[in-house]
């Protein structure tokens, strides 16, 4: 973690009378309205936003896949969130920061969206063609890392399986069936696992 990085948060109590949820939230609608409303958003310190549960750093999740398998790895040594070195995972993403340009005083989704693009290019080179959808919210308070995060999940479905790993953090990188996933589930991150048992649904 960079000693100055800044990161996008929302507060916690920003979706009002919306329930906060444990798990997905395939309803996303209400919520990315909410989100996404002018003034909504902002950026802090990292090392604070860490130990402030008031608010939700904001965290493209994007799950990709391919003629019905889906994208997974192994966090390396090298993860920027050490907590969650060794695990597996279905998601890639990231913290959004002030790099992205994100106009907080204006409409943010397409900003937004241009963050996610970068986000995953810093990750894995992919050379095909993708669809994007956000295909719900993910939530998980039972953890001190889940605390102080929202996930956008989204699905990419791609055209072909030309996937490489571009981050040294990112280690066996293979595409799996849905019954390979859960026969290793015990291995994966929280929020993989969450969002694995809702696959069938995205």
Request: glycine content about 8%.
């Amino acid at each position: 973690m960079a000693q100055n990085e800044q990161v996008l948060v929302v507060k916690r109590d920003i979706f009002g009378d919306l329930p906060m949820f444990h798990g997905l939230m395939f309803d996303t609608r209400p919520y990315l309205d909410k989100l996404f409303a002018r003034g909504v958003l902002r950026f802090m310190l990292r090392s604070l936003a860490e130990k402030d549960p008031t608010h939700k750093q904001l965290i493209p999740y994007v799950i990709i896949s391919y003629n019905g398998k889906f994208l997974t790895y192994v966090r390396g040594k090298r993860a920027g969130e050490k907590r969650l070195v060794g695990n597996r995972s279905i998601g890639i993403g990231g913290h959004i920061n002030p790099i992205d340009n994100m106009p907080l005083l204006g409409d943010t989704f397409e900003t937004y969206h241009t963050a996610v693009e970068r986000e995953i290019a810093e990750e894995v080179i992919i050379g095909a063609k993708h669809t994007d959808k956000i295909v719900a919210l993910l939530n998980d308070d039972t953890n001190e890392v889940g605390q102080v995060h929202l996930g956008i999940v989204h699905h990419w479905n791609i055209d072909q399986p030309n996937v490489e790993r571009r981050e040294q953090m990112i280690t066996q990188l293979t595409f799996m069936t849905i019954p390979e996933l859960k026969a290793v589930k015990d291995t994966m991150e929280t929020w993989s696992q969450l969002c694995l048992d809702g696959l069938e649904r995205m």
